[in-house]
T-cell receptor, first 111, second 116 residues
């Protein structure tokens, strides 16, 4: 089983739609969770951290479910500019703070 | 402007010809790391460094070397490149160890390497 798993998509959604992605992780000792956004052939950029209590940033909401070991990202009122690949990132404590990236979920927002 | 600068952006080379990809950050970050990204495999860590003269292997270190003689620079060295090292490479930095609080990693723009 992969340490971090994401549905690769693509998710094709119309403008204005709400879309949600999930990401599961296997290491129950994982400490910190993040969502990154990556545009085609460009570097990943931090979208938001994921807190136990959940957090919201504008149209984006991130949730963490430790019991089921998954995190989610909800995008409301999708814009064309939201089209990108969304990477789930999990940090675990180890000899150093191990960081594992998911393979990403591709979102295409269509007019 | 706070940034991580990688060079070159694109490189085509031949098998066995030593090459270096440079990475420099201007944020005084302690932690730096190299990743390669391949279709279907995501980002995989090659090497990381927690500070000057402190480096360690990531998940896929074979065929690569790194050095950290100065805080700002973290070059990736391929002593004898092979076609299976054809990939998109990213350098990243952060303060503290690994992802830290909300700041996370800052990535360079990437280096697309082709080994023929």
């Amino acid at each position: 089983r992969k340490e971090v798993e994401q549905d690769p998509g693509p998710f094709n959604v119309p403008e204005g739609a709400t879309v949600a992605f999930n990401c599961t992780y296997s290491n129950s000792a994982s400490q910190s969770f993040f969502w990154y956004r990556q545009d085609c052939r460009k570097e990943p950029k931090l979208l938001m951290s994921v807190y136990s209590s959940g957090n919201e940033d504008g149209r984006f909401t991130a949730q963490l479910n430790r019991a089921s070991q998954y995190i989610s990202l909800l995008i409301r009122d999708s814009k064309l500019s939201d089209s990108a690949t969304y990477l789930c990132v999990v940090k675990s404590l180890g000899g150093y703070q191990k960081v594992t990236f998911g393979t990403g979920t591709k979102l295409q927002v269509i007019p | 402007e706070a940034q991580v600068t990688q060079n070159p952006r694109y490189l085509i080379t031949v098998t066995g010809k030593k090459l270096t990809v440079t990475c420099s950050q201007n944020m005084n970050h302690e932690y730096m790391s190299w990743y390669r990204q391949d279709p279907g495999l995501g980002l995989r860590q090659i090497y990381y460094s927690m500070n000057v003269e402190v480096t360690d292997k990531g998940d896929v270190p074979e065929g690569y070397k790194v050095s950290r003689k100065e805080k700002r620079n973290f070059p990736l060295i391929l002593e004898s490149p092979s076609p299976n090292q054809t990939s998109l490479y990213f350098c990243a930095s952060s303060s503290g160890q690994g992802l830290y609080g909300d700041r996370g990693y800052t990535f360079g723009s990437g280096t697309r390497l082709t080994v023929v």
